[in-house]
């Protein structure tokens, strides 16, 4: 069995120096590649430096929303030069975020769709935050070319945002969130989604999934991500590893 982790923080200040011990606490539960995500200039470099050391790690890059507000033209030049890194594999993590609202909003919006607009002049997907916008991120996105595809991260809408984006080439990645018990919402559209249409993610260290809630979240535990689902969706372990592993070296091109 192998899992993939395809948004993981990696990069983060818990696991600097240590990201070797992580890696082979991840290979030991059966997640054998994983994406780092970057956010801003430093965490993106990070990425970049991580997948450059280890065989296992990729790299995403991207402005997110609390940065927004810094993307000039000398920013977009760095990143597409850090887009066409052979390991770079996903612009992201990019998208909305009206809960911290760090950047203003339409500054968000323009950022945002100028991302997708470079990821799909370079043929990648996007890694996309929503958080409170669901309608102006769908709007976005039904608005842009997506034919390279792009991965909603942490998805924690339910069937009915579900079906609405099913209709664009959107893929959702399920964190930890889907094992807490008041998710249901949740719930019920990891058990309504297409087989061949969704991810598995850690998003560490934040999202812990039960049974380690309380502990600070790792890698390797994109496993017990992969065992709710299982429940949820009444099927085996390996047939999750299997949907998720395919899905995920389909959508962000893995070699
Ligand atoms: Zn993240």
Redesign the pocket.
Known sequence: MELIDN?T?LNDEPFRGKEEYYLERAKALGVTKVIC?G?DPDFNQRAIDLADRFDEVYAMVGYCPDVAKDFDQKAEDELIEQLQMPKVVALG?VGLDYYWDESPRDVQRGVFARQIEIAHELKMPVNI?TRDAFEDCYNILKNSNLEYGAIL??FNGGVDWLNRFLKLNVYFSYSGVVSFTKATEVHESAKSVPMDRFLIET?AP?LTPKPYRGHQNETGYVRYVAETIAKLKGITLDEVAKATYANTVRVYDLK
């Open positions: 948004h923080h995500a956010q993590e935050h991260h942490s998003d934040y």
